[in-house]
């Protein structure tokens, strides 16, 4: 059992529950912070290994914040290499969680040690039990071909027009065989005449059914931006069609801008994140991306890439800020499709552009499974990785004048 000082020392017990022991920690007042740790264990650096183990929380508000399972892996001579949160949360049995995660052991380590933590919560307990860390081969690499689209918009469209184009822009990126396609916002609807309600149209319908003939026809996700009409009430829509050519979700826009408002669109509610088949994607549309809470929270449920088709962004410098800290602050690949005033992005989750374009399409091989990690990053001195830490580190019971109405 380890804490910074006396005074922070949680009350640490052997229990036994339904005849296994486990460990518990109960805190003391808000200022509680300790651990158990284990010995070193020893490993061989460029193998893998899973680590799992059973907890169940009583009386914690913030589960997250509060309690920690984390892995140090060290090298020779005592110092820490790399430190890892086991942040792959689920449900287990009679009301258990089970934390686990597959690692794979960096260089220059020789031993890992297992902490299991206690903090900031007050009167709060948490109990561990069977742990285990064990070699495993290999996983599979995450691999997930991305190719979104830079198309100039037409100021004198029509809907005929920009259908063609759309396909034309499908054929092109459906020859690089592509798992997903994005496309820009509302694309097929822009410079046509008549207003946003008349150029509406519901899902499934016309353009959908499009969509659907291409992704079949390349086996392709498309996202695609539109004017969705449900009853009377218009939406900004991102529509997502698996390689099916099948409506596999939407997302309403849930940031309007006023002359968007005035337009008479009605905004969204609701932050979907969607299972494909090379993992869980989230979806923003334009002005939502000034606004850090809607790819936070896409984050928050699980999403490893964002796609954000967005009409275009007056600044460069905005766009450019903007686009990589999304990224970024998530830890999430971030795709973009642009048809005003900047550039189409795919960006990787430190914030770096990995593909772009001014003008047609942007293609990026990217790795789902690759693991990004910097120096002294919150866990130091050792290698932090920055997606797990801006979610474990977070202190939501901080922010309740992010929801304070009257603000």
């Not at 690499?141 to 029509?158: A, F």
Request: proline share 6%; net charge negative.
């Amino acid at each position: 059992l380890w804490s910074p000082r006396p005074d922070l020392n949680p009350t640490g017990e052997l229990v036994n529950v339904n005849g296994v022991k486990a460990l518990k920690l109960t805190a003391v007042d808000i200022s509680t912070f300790g651990k158990w740790r284990s010995k070193e264990i020893g490993i061989t650096a460029g193998r893998f290994y899973r680590f799992e183990v059973l907890y169940e929380p009583e009386r914690i508000a913030i589960e997250r914040g509060s309690v920690g399972v984390l892995i140090t892996w060290t090298a020779p001579d005592g110092h820490p290499v790399q430190r890892d949160y086991v942040d792959k949360i689920s449900p287990a049995e009679d009301g258990w969680r089970r934390a686990s995660r597959t690692f794979r052991a960096p260089e220059g380590s020789s031993s890992a040690t297992v902490e299991l933590w206690l903090r900031w919560t007050s009167g709060g307990s948490v109990i561990f039990k069977s742990p285990s860390l064990v070699e495993v081969s290999q996983p599979a690499p995450r691999k997930v071909r991305v190719v979104t689209t830079r198309i100039e918009e037409q100021r004198n469209g029509t809907l005929e027009g920009n259908m063609k184009a759309m396909a034309d822009v499908l054929d092109q990126a459906g020859r690089e065989k592509p798992d997903v396609i994005l496309l820009t916002e509302f694309f097929t609807e822009r410079g046509v005449k008549g207003t946003v309600h008349e150029r509406s149209e519901p899902i499934p319908g016309p353009l959908t059914h499009a969509l659907g003939e291409k992704a079949r026809q390349y086996s392709s996700y498309i996202i695609a931006g539109m004017l969705e009409l449900d009853g009377e009430k218009t939406y900004d829509t991102a529509v997502l069609i698996d390689r099916g050519g099948h409506v596999a979700g939407k997302y309403r826009k849930t940031h309007l801008p006023l002359a968007e408002v005035e337009d008479g669109e009605t905004p969204g509610s609701e932050y979907p994140v969607f299972d494909t088949d090379f993992g869980r994607i989230g979806i923003m549309i334009c002005w939502d991306s000034f606004f850090p809470e809607t790819a936070r929270i896409l984050r928050l449920k699980g999403a490893e890439i964002v796609f954000l088709p967005i009409a275009g962004d007056p600044s460069a410098r905005h766009w450019d800020v903007m686009s990589r800290a999304r990224a970024l602050d998530n830890g999430v690949y971030l795709v973009t499709s642009v048809s005003a005033g900047a550039d189409s992005r795919i960006i990787d989750p430190e914030g770096e552009v990995v593909a772009d374009t001014t003008d047609g399409l942007a293609t990026a091989d990217l790795d789902l499974s690759k693991e990004l990690r910097l120096w002294w990053l919150s866990v130091g001195p050792a290698d932090g990785e920055a997606r797990s830490l801006v979610i474990q580190e977070r202190r939501p019971d901080t922010y309740k004048d992010l929801v304070d109405g009257s603000r």
